[in-house]
T-cell receptor, first 117, second 113 residues
Framework: AQKITQTQPGMFVQEKEAVTLDCTYDTSDPSYGLFWYKQPSSGEMIFLIYQGSYDQQNATEGRYSLNFQKARKSANLVISASQLGDSAMYFCAMRGLSGGSNYKLTFGKGTLLTVNP | NAGVTQTPKFQVLKTGQSMTLQCAQDMNHNSMYWYRQDPGMGLRLIYYSASEGTTDKGEVPNGYNVSRLNKREFSLRLESAAPSQTSVYFC????????????FGPGTRLTVT
């Protein structure tokens, strides 16, 4: 079984500052992947970044980086230089990658980020 | 490329009515999924299809049926709608052998009165 915990229901950040969104996880799979998705007010789900449990380096995609600490079972999303358009709901998710794992994603409950001008 | 498309975008049903939500993808993905999103609950998997010809239950399958019509299309049917099925429904697809992320459709907002 897999579980994702996002403990911050809401976060506020000033424009141009960095913000960290927390995500902790639990799984019995020896190999797994961690994802972050963004959901703006328009409702679509936008894939942001992926980290494999076997990856030695933290993933980065433009202004997004994933602070992966395997021993602590955390996969925090860092957004640098926040923009007004970053205001959205952010979901952390994971799936097992081991043989026999199904392909389903398990999602956290999300963090609502508001970027203030 | 349209990606993942869903119809309808909005629907209002009365309790006991039936309907089918349609999903299609043009990315030649093998796997397709149906999720529901409720306030404060995140997304929960209803059913998925790992490949054409197979379907499996997810976390919350009760009250739903699915059909993987072909590689492109994956439909979700509510046989007798209940107010508890009021939700936003998302279809997604992925190609697990090549990439791990799932691509989502725009969602269907369903209200059951």
């Amino acid at each position: 079984a897999q579980k994702i915990t996002q403990t911050q229901p809401g976060m506020f950040v000033q424009e141009k500052e960095a913000v960290t969104l927390d995500c902790t996880y639990d799984t019995s799979d020896p190999s797994y992947g961690l994802f972050w998705y963004k959901q703006p007010s328009s409702g679509e789900m936008i894939f942001l970044i992926y980290q494999g449990s076997y990856d030695q380096q933290n993933a980065t995609e433009g202004r997004y980086s994933l602070n992966f600490q395997k021993a602590r079972k955390s996969a925090n999303l860092v957004i640098s230089a926040s923009q007004l358009g970053d205001s959205a709901m952010y979901f952390c998710a994971m799936r097992g990658l081991s043989g026999g794992s199904n392909y389903k994603l398990t999602f956290g409950k999300g963090t609502l980020l508001t970027v203030n001008p | 490329n349209a990606g993942v498309t869903q119809t309808p975008k909005f629907q209002v049903l009365k309790t006991g009515q039936s309907m089918t939500l349609q999903c299609a993808q043009d990315m030649n993905h093998n796997s397709m999924y149906w999720y529901r999103q409720d306030p404060g609950m995140g997304l929960r998997l209803i059913y998925y299809s790992a490949s054409e010809g197979t379907t499996d239950k997810g976390e919350v399958p009760n009250g739903y049926n699915v059909s993987r019509l072909n590689k492109r299309e994956f439909s979700l049917r509510l046989e007798s709608a209940a107010p508890s099925q009021t939700s936003v429904y998302f279809c997604a697809s992925s190609e697990p052998a090549v990439q791990y992320e799932q691509y989502f459709g725009p969602g269907t907002r369903l209200t059951v009165t």
